[in-house]
């Protein structure tokens, strides 16, 4: 078994950095890019050996109705291989960034912590231990957040702090309303038992954990503490935060919930796409307006968010393809934003995109990843942001919501309109930058080589032959409810 | 019936604090506030009248108990608001030598 595996190791990792670490931060590099890569290797060892194959794990020797279990199938395995494939780029990118920071080894192991958590609530099958996972890792993301020791940090954590916790004191409520329901914790049991009750409960219950994971994934009313906790956060946090924090807490937590346990209630399917379109669009025209770099690319966060929400509620197998592989995209190419974003704060001492310039012969590097991320996420071909939001545009084509669908086309095109200014004035500007303050470190340079990359290599997954064995069996586990209660409850 | 609605509105008075008030320490009172309407709750799920505790209970199955279960759910999330609180009373002190006030009107650097 190799799930407690991802739980564990991260977790000690965290515990032996805080033992060990003294002034130096050497030993604490070491060990924390030794288990996450540990943890990539076996991320993608049980992501290819699942295939559709279902594994649970009992802790501690109970049966099922009474431990804490941990589900390995399609879905949580694809979830594990993103989050470890970000943590490793953002520990490459860390290691000379974050020692401009006071007490770099305390920024390890929260980070480790940050894993765990992630780690956890994408592992486990059982409810109360999904919140107790949720609320380690956004203790850490708190502390984060907060690491750079300026006011505009503290003020951004506390909001996140205060957000973060009224969230999650809905998330209990909606559990402890569930157990009182169905008398089980076992996510599997709630899904069989729930049908045999009361409708109203799961009505209740469902818009219970609406408000919480939307707070969490920050879709569009509840996305207030995002740009600001995003932007404020050093760069590789940023990145980790945008690029698989809230898809990890909010959109996993979401789709486990409703179409796993809940089994995808119509009305709440609508009311995904709605509040996805309204993601799209609104958060399109904020970024239009920013001159931040990082407040532009937190606010590029809620509208890509938008478009795997859409993707969600259209609910044909077709658009939860595209949405998947939307997250799976989105984690990359923000990711390898944030990490430019920070190069150039680091190169250059400024986010302020009317200050930057013409940086192509300063930082190659950095500007050549930056376009071809900027051109992924604007939805152009060969790139992977095209193929998913093409996969999500012909779904709702397909499905009769065009209306849906010129949102996404116009989503797409606005994207792709404040990507351009981000390009013109940032990285091609008048104002040619010749001499930088530090230097960009080979590690931060193989991080962003290594997504851009991915960029263009995640393109394949789309193949038919490919895709049949690496997307199409997360969507058979989405979709199809009474298959999962029957393959963790082994019957 | 009543019990469980007068927890629903211990809820959301502290969901009325989080949101208007402007002190630091008030809105922390109120997420408190908050926290403990939705554990009480959990707690008065599993209560049951003239029941016992499942340690007092010799002889098992068929006896007259209360649901162990949330008081032990109640236990782990107690410990998790105390680390949460201690994190945003840290950030409310840290708040303060920084901007020295706890008024969040005066608190806003970040542009919305």
């Given at each position: 078994m190799i799930l407690p595996f991802l739980i564990i190791i991260p977790l000690l990792a965290a515990f032996l950095i805080s033992l060990?670490?003294?002034?130096?931060?050497?030993?604490?590099?070491?060990?924390?890019?030794?288990?996450?890569?540990?943890?990539?290797?076996?991320?993608?060892?049980?992501?290819?050996?699942?295939?559709?194959?279902t594994f649970v794990y009992e802790m501690s020797g109970w049966k099922i109705p009474l431990t804490i279990c941990l589900v390995q199938d399609a879905l949580s395995t694809f979830m594990l291989v993103i989050v470890n494939l970000i943590a490793l780029t953002s520990?490459?990118?860390?290691?000379?960034?974050?020692r401009h920071y006071a007490g770099p080894w305390k920024y390890y192991a929260l980070f480790m912590l940050l894993i765990t958590g992630m780690n956890g609530v994408i592992a486990?099958?059982?409810?109360?231990?999904?919140?107790?996972?949720?609320?380690?890792?956004?203790?850490?993301?708190?502390?984060?957040?907060?690491?750079?020791?300026?006011?505009?940090?503290?003020?951004?954590?506390?909001?996140?702090?205060?957000?973060?916790?009224?969230?999650?004191?809905?998330?209990?409520?909606g559990i402890g309303i569930l157990y009182a329901a169905t008398s089980n914790l076992t996510m599997a049991n709630i899904a069989e038992v729930l049908p045999t009750k009361d409708p109203r409960i799961s009505l209740w219950v469902a818009a219970i954990f609406l408000t919480g994971f939307g707070l969490k994934s920050a879709i569009m009313p509840f996305h207030a503490w995002l740009p600001d906790a995003h932007s404020s956060a050093p760069a590789p946090i940023s990145s980790?935060?945008?690029?698989?924090?809230?898809?990890?807490?909010?959109?996993?937590?979401?789709?486990?919930?409703?179409?796993?346990?809940?089994?995808?209630?119509?009305?709440?399917?609508?009311?995904?796409?709605?509040?996805?379109?309204?993601?799209?669009?609104?958060?399109?025209?904020?970024?239009?307006?920013?001159?931040?770099?990082?407040?532009?690319?937190?606010?590029?966060?809620?509208?890509?968010?938008?478009?795997?929400?859409?993707?969600?509620?259209?609910?044909?197998?077709?658009?939860i393809l595209g949405a998947l592989f939307h997250i799976l995209n989105h984690a990359v190419f923000k990711s390898l934003l944030f990490y430019n974003a920070g190069a150039v704060e680091m190169a250059v001492g400024t986010r302020d995109l009317r200050q930057m310039g013409n940086l192509k012969k300063a930082m190659p590097v950095t500007s050549w990843t930056s376009m071809i991320a900027s051109l992924s996420v604007s939805g152009l071909p060969p790139f992977n942001g095209f193929f998913s939001k093409l996969i999500i545009i012909i779904a709702a084509v397909q499905s009769q919501n065009i209306i849906y669908a010129i949102v996404a086309v116009i989503?797409?095109?606005?994207?792709?309109?404040?990507?351009?200014?981000?390009?013109?004035?940032?990285?091609?500007?008048?104002?040619?930058?010749?001499?930088?303050?530090?230097?960009?470190?080979?590690?931060?340079?193989?991080?962003?080589?290594?997504l851009a990359v991915l960029c263009i290599v995640t393109s394949i997954l789309i193949i038919p032959g490919i895709r049949e064995v690496t997307l199409d069996p997360v969507v058979s586990v989405i979709t199809n409810k009474t298959g999962y209660i029957y393959e963790v409850l082994g019957r | 019936?009543?019990?469980?609605?007068?927890?629903?509105?211990?809820?959301?008075?502290?969901?009325?604090?989080?949101?208007?008030?402007?002190?630091?320490?008030?809105?922390?009172?109120?997420?408190?506030?908050?926290?403990?309407?939705?554990?009480?709750?959990?707690?008065?799920?599993?209560y049951k009248k003239g029941a016992s505790f499942a340690?007092?209970?010799?002889?098992?199955?068929?006896?007259?108990?209360?649901?162990?279960?949330?008081q032990a759910l109640i236990l782990t999330s107690i410990v998790i608001e105390l680390g949460i609180t201690a994190m945003l009373v840290a950030l409310a002190i840290r708040l303060f030598q920084k901007y020295k006030t706890f008024d969040i009107t005066k608190i806003r650097r970040l542009s919305g």
């Open positions: 060990i670490s003294g002034e130096k931060d050497n030993w604490a590099i070491v060990l924390s890019i030794l288990a996450v890569i540990s943890l990539l290797v076996l991320s993608l060892f049980s992501f290819f050996t699942t295939g559709k194959d520990l490459m990118f860390s290691v000379s960034y974050i486990t099958g059982d409810i109360f231990n999904l919140f107790v996972f949720m609320e380690i890792a956004l203790f850490a993301a708190y502390a984060l957040v907060a690491f750079g020791a300026k006011a505009e940090e503290y003020e951004a954590a506390f909001k996140y702090a205060v957000m973060g916790s009224i969230s999650s004191t809905l998330i209990l409520l980790m935060l945008s690029g698989v924090l809230i898809k990890a807490l909010g959109i996993y937590a979401i789709i486990r919930i409703f179409f796993n346990v809940l089994g995808a209630p119509q009305a709440f399917l609508t009311i995904f796409m709605v509040m996805g379109s309204i993601s799209i669009i609104v958060a399109s025209y904020l970024a239009l307006g920013q001159w931040d770099l990082k407040r532009l690319l937190a606010y590029s966060s809620i509208s890509q968010i938008g478009f795997i929400l859409l993707g969600l509620g259209i609910g044909t197998k077709l658009a989503g797409s095109l606005l994207t792709l309109a404040y990507f351009m200014k981000v390009q013109r004035y940032g990285f091609h500007g008048n104002n040619v930058i010749q001499e930088l303050k530090a230097a960009i470190s080979p590690g931060m340079k193989s991080a962003m080589i290594i | 019936m009543t019990v469980y609605l007068l927890c629903f509105t211990l809820l959301l008075v502290g969901l009325y604090g989080a949101l208007t008030k402007r002190d630091l320490i008030k809105i922390i009172l109120s997420l408190g506030i908050m926290g403990y309407a939705v554990n009480l709750m959990i707690i008065l799920f599993a340690i007092m209970v010799k002889d098992g199955i068929n006896s007259n108990m209360v649901d162990p279960l949330p």
